[in-house]
């Protein structure tokens, strides 16, 4: 049986090896086999014997169907520092799955920087720390600025996803989530200071911002990135998510 | 002339069997939209024969009881009742599980809004068309048999009689209180069997399926989800047919025993009205019924050949605007003809013939008001419902807080037209004007229960698409008539508790009419003493009643709701491959639970009711239970108004979050939203529509017992 490896990066950070395919194995990982979790997950499937920090001996050995036939579930092969020792080129689609178990695959794309500007950006990092950032700096320049080895801290890999904005004052938000519910005075300020002080590159408005990230406050896309390459998993537009995706957009509570 | 009854009758049935096959011979679909339709026919049916099962034992007892103390008549029209109340329910909720697949497949196949609408209306309409036809179908046969063959509605038997027990009534009104208890109480069991069924399966299906697994709503790996479904069929369709074919019924029977202790209660004086003009004003009223509902059938036809409809609630309602129109026009021309020439002595005309058709406007301008007040203050169009959308962005109890509020200011606008309208109908035609003002009102019920039951037929399509993965295009389509569904459903419910408080007030004007006895031939005054500790005393233990009763109701709900909740969650727990979509859930067992629930839970609700106003009436006698009829009558026209419309409007603002506003679904205020809607959830399905029956129902057993109780009861004895 074919084994597959998944870079889990949301909520938590690892490797697991397994025998489902990825839309069975995104509904397992939300939905539990029977322990009855409804969680949101993102991971991305990677190329195998892609780094040489991960055991994929291991996962041969372990990561056989039951004696019943069932295919095996999961073996872990990593829990922490995943992302950063996978190569940037190993990533192949990206899969965010649902409370319920619904899974949506977003093809790999390389960053050409071409999206729209904005006057300020709000970026929920995703992996490896998850705060959620109001910044000047475009995309590709966060990335730079966050894994340059040069400044005091640093992450050699990051994965973050490009937040949409609304209006302070219009009850016309759109179906955003709770991310905009409290403090939204704060998340003004946020704002503020990033906008008229042209040294500050960027503030945290959250430290840790896990239970409010929902994917329908994805703008763009998600980025995943070291100093070197960055790529572009952009989100689907909601016309395509419509007529392709219904199950999963309704999941998401995006319909 | 009684012609004129069974024409509208046979025209209304037979539109109703002509719209009944236009709907079944459209193609139901592809195999997986006709095996859910089957899921939800079977789990309704199953539901729907085991409470008739139950009732019809009880209705039974109930018909020898009456047969052997009342008269052998009264009971035989309590079975007439009966039958034609639970046809009526049976016919409509065979249609929905026709109609909700068709409705599915048309919207598929077509993916055009007008036509799918008129697949559901048309669905609906045979609903509707079978409340009207089916009542008037029961009442033709008693003015036929019982009044012409009879001889009860001659001058010898327009008299009071005294049976074996020394009880005293007037035949003919003993008759048609008999046939409209029969009703009333086929709909006491389908309101509240079916609304404690609804709401079971619905919260049930919420509380697990979208709260805790965060499945969107008529998921097909919901295990509630047929059962919400059926739940629909049950308690929206039968139960809104059965409540409002009651309180028609009961509008017609009040206008006919007023006209008739009229007539005998002022034979000696002067200017006493004949018994010709009499038996006129007994025929009155089904005359206008039957008029009423073939102008329904115009004002339903006129949908269904429209073409091009785009907005489906401006067509909804130029449905029965049309309806309205045509009952006023030909009413007028009729009651012109029919009273011509006519002295109506005593009888409190102010406009002469005219009188009792003036009352029957107001009545039926009443109710337009009272439904638009409804949708005033539950649709998201308006401020009351959007202000709590703006209250969840605070939480969950503010959600609470704003929406009891909305509920309960809502309250006096309606009752300031029903009071208003009652002053006004009695000012211009008496007593019989306000019987006349609640049967213009109804009128057009035809009309109005095929509005109403369109929506939860295109609910249960908007169903059956999400379960059948039907392209977005087409679900998009029956949820845009679902949620028109919803605004029709509010005014639908606001328009069920006016009819029935106009109803109950002119049977307790009945009630105090009845309890004349031989003799009473020179004016007999309807005087009820609030300064009469019995009477008092009765009020206040009447004004509770309604909140024990409402109380039992929601308790009800909430135990069925928790068997259902702890078998999803089993469902979810032992499976898991129906999360996956690998496996199907066992909907059948939801179904049962649902069922079980009901069917054991609506008994006592139904048994309150029936039998408070006869141990009461036993135990203190007739002004206690006098004083119990207000009480109860009053108290629950406002928790009627309030439930509803705090229900209805927790409900929509909910809808209006999801709409996109205040951060949209998944939002903390959405989460606040959901909170405030499934509290709403059984306020509005269950407590509120059940309480339009309790009013009705405590009426009628009164007016058939008081004869009874007024002679045999404890305080009496003791007094003696």
Same mark, same amino acid.
């Given at each position: 049986m074919k084994i597959y490896y998944y870079l889990t990066i949301f909520p938590?950070?690892?490797?697991?090896?397994?025998?489902?395919?990825?839309? /069975?194995? +995104? #509904? =397992?990982?939300?939905?539990?086999? /029977?322990? +009855? #979790? =409804?969680?949101?997950?993102?991971?991305?499937e990677i190329e195998e014997g892609c780094s040489n920090f991960f055991d994929w001996d291991y996962a041969k050995k372990k990561c056989v169907p039951k004696e019943n036939g069932e295919p095996k579930h999961s073996v872990y092969l990593s829990i922490y520092r995943t992302l950063e020792n996978t190569p940037i080129k190993a990533l192949k689609s990206i899969y965010l799955t649902t409370k319920d178990g619904r899974t949506l695959e977003i093809k790999p794309e390389i960053f050409d920087n071409n999206l729209s500007e904005k006057k300020f950006y709000i970026y929920q990092e995703i992996c490896p720390t998850r705060p959620l950032i109001v910044t000047s700096l475009k995309p590709k320049d966060y990335v730079k600025n966050i894994t340059n080895k040069e400044n005091k801290t640093y992450i050699p890999t990051i994965a973050f996803a490009d937040i949409k904005t609304i209006s302070f004052h219009s009850e016309n938000t759109g179906s955003l989530g709770p991310l905009y519910d409290r403090n939204i005075e704060h998340l003004h300020n946020c704002v503020n200071e990033v906008t008229l002080n042209k040294d500050k590159l960027f503030k945290i408005v959250e430290r840790s911002?896990?239970?409010?990230?929902?994917?329908?406050?994805?703008?763009?896309?998600?980025?995943?990135?070291?100093?070197?390459?960055?790529?572009?998993?952009?989100?689907?537009?909601?016309?395509?998510?419509?007529?392709?995706?219904?199950?999963?957009?309704?999941?998401?509570?995006?319909? | 002339m009684l012609a004129i009854v069974f024409i509208s009758v046979f025209s209304a049935l037979a539109f109703a069997a002509g719209n009944y096959f236009a709907v079944k011979r459209k193609d139901p679909g592809l195999p997986i939209m006709r095996e859910i339709a089957d899921a939800i026919a079977q789990g309704a049916d199953a539901f729907i024969r085991h409470e008739y099962g139950v009732i019809f034992k009880i209705g039974?007892?109930?018909?020898?009881?009456?047969?052997?103390?009342?008269?052998?008549?009264?009971?035989?029209?309590?079975?007439?009742?009966a039958l034609m109340s639970s046809s009526a329910g049976w016919v409509g909720m065979k249609i929905a599980v026709i109609a909700n697949v068709r409705v599915s497949n048309t919207a598929r196949t077509t993916k055009s809004m007008g036509s799918t609408l008129k697949v559901a209306f048309q669905g609906g309409s045979v609903m509707g068309l079978s409340v009207g036809g089916f009542a008037l179908l029961g009442l033709g046969f008693i003015y036929l048999t019982f009044g012409k063959f009879l001889n009860q509605l001659s001058e010898q038997q327009l008299t009071i009689v005294t049976n074996w027990i020394g009880i005293n009534f007037i035949p003919f009104t003993m008759t048609v209180s008999g046939y409209a208890l029969g009703c009333s109480i086929i709909a006491m069991f389908d309101r509240v069997g079916g609304g404690i069924y609804t709401k079971a399966a619905d919260m049930g299906a919420d509380l697990v399926g979208k709260t805790e697994a965060?499945?969107?709503?008529?998921?097909?790996?919901?295990?509630?989800?047929?059962?919400?479904?059926?739940?629909?069929?049950?308690?929206?369709?039968?139960?809104?047919?059965?409540d409002l074919l009651e309180s028609y019924v009961g509008a017609i029977i009040s206008s006919i025993v007023l006209a008739a202790y009229i007539f005998y209660t002022s034979k000696s004086l002067e200017n006493s009205i004949t018994a010709s003009l009499t038996i006129k004003l007994l025929k009155y009223p089904i005359f206008f019924a039957s008029i009423g509902i073939l102008s329904c059938i115009i004002g339903i036809a006129s949908l269904l050949i429209r073409k091009n409809i785009k907005k489906p609630h401006t067509a909804l309602n130029f449905s029965t605007w049309v309806s309205e129109g045509c009952t006023i026009f030909f009413t007028l021309i009729f009651t012109l003809i029919y009273f011509k020439g006519e002295n109506f002595g005593i009888l409190a005309f102010r406009f002469g013939a005219i009188s009792p058709w003036l009352s029957s406007v107001i009545g039926i301008i009443a109710g337009i008001v009272i439904g638009m007040l409804a949708e005033y203050y539950t649709s998201y169009d308006y401020n009351p419902t959007k202000n709590i959308a703006a209250a969840s962005n605070e939480g969950a109890s503010l959600t609470i807080t704003s929406?009891?509020?909305?509920?309960?200011?809502?309250?006096?606008?309606?009752?300031?037209?029903?009071?208003?309208?009652?002053?006004l109908a009695d000012f211009v035609g008496g007593l019989y004007g306000v019987a006349m003002a609640a049967i213009g009102m109804l009128s057009v019920v035809s009309a109005t229960v095929s509005v109403d039951t369109y929506g939860p037929i295109a609910d249960n399509a908007g169903g059956i698409s999400e379960m059948s993965k039907l392209e977005p295009e087409v679900r998009e389509i029956t949820d845009h008539l679902d949620s028109v569904g919803n605004t029709t459903a509010a005014i639908g419910k606001g328009f069920a508790i006016?009819?029935?408080?106009?109803?109950?007030?002119?049977?307790?004007?009945?009630?105090?009419?009845?309890?004349?006895?031989?003799?009473?031939?020179?004016?007999?005054?309807?005087?009820?003493?609030?300064?009469?500790t019995f009477s008092l005393g009765g009020a206040i233990i009447g004004a509770a009643l309604p909140f024990l009763f409402s109380g039992i109701l929601i308790d009800a709900v909430a135990k069925a709701a928790q068997q259902m909740v702890m078998e999803v969650r089993r469902q979810f727990k032992e499976n898991p491959k129906i999360l996956s979509g690998e496996e199907k859930p066992d909907y059948r067992r939801c179904i049962k639970i649902s069922s079980a629930g009901a069917i054991n839970q609506m008994k006592l609700p139904a048994f309150i009711s029936v039998l408070t106003p006869l141990i009461t009436g036993f135990?203190?006698?007739?002004?206690?239970?006098?004083?119990?009829?207000?009480?109860?009558?009053?108290?629950?026209?406002?928790?009627?108004?309030?439930?509803?419309?705090?229900?209805?409007?927790?409900?929509?603002?909910?809808?209006?979050?999801?709409?996109?506003?205040?951060?949209?679904?998944?939002?903390?205020?959405?989460?606040?939203?959901?909170?405030?809607?499934?509290?709403?959830?059984?306020?509005?399905?269950?407590?509120?529509?059940?309480?339009?029956?309790?009013?009705?129902?405590?009426?009628v057993v009164s007016l058939i017992m008081v004869n009874i109780f007024g002679k045999y009861n404890l305080v009496g004895l003791l007094q003696k």
């Open positions: 938590i950070e690892s490797l697991i090896a397994s025998n489902l395919e990825p839309t /069975k194995f +995104g #509904s =397992y990982l939300s939905t539990g086999s /029977k322990k +009855g #979790s =409804y969680e949101n997950n993102i991971f991305i911002n896990v239970d409010k990230f929902s994917y329908q406050i994805i703008g763009d896309g998600i980025f995943v990135g070291d100093n070197q390459t960055i790529i572009f998993y952009r989100m689907i537009s909601v016309e395509d998510l419509r007529r392709y995706h219904y199950d999963w957009a309704r999941s998401a509570q995006i319909f | 039974i007892i109930i018909a020898i009881i009456l047969g052997i103390i009342v008269s052998w008549y009264t009971g035989i029209a309590f079975l007439i009742g965060h499945i969107p709503e008529d998921d097909p790996r919901n295990p509630a989800t047929i059962a919400d479904n059926v739940g629909d069929n049950v308690g929206d369709v039968a139960g809104l047919g059965a929406g009891l509020a909305v509920g309960m200011k809502s309250t006096i606008l309606p009752v300031i037209i029903l009071g208003f309208g009652i002053i006016g009819s029935a408080s106009l109803a109950a007030l002119s049977l307790f004007a009945s009630y105090l009419y009845t309890q004349a006895g031989p003799g009473h031939t020179t004016g007999y005054s309807l005087i009820i003493n609030l300064m009469d135990l203190f006698g007739a002004k206690f239970v006098g004083g119990l009829l207000i009480g109860t009558t009053l108290s629950s026209i406002m928790l009627a108004i309030f439930t509803a419309n705090s229900g209805g409007a927790w409900d929509n603002a909910k809808k209006y979050i999801e709409q996109g506003r205040f951060g949209g679904k998944g939002s903390s205020a959405h989460a606040a939203g959901i909170i405030g809607d499934t509290v709403g959830d059984p306020l509005k399905d269950t407590v509120g529509p059940s309480l339009d029956i309790l009013i009705k129902i405590m009426a």
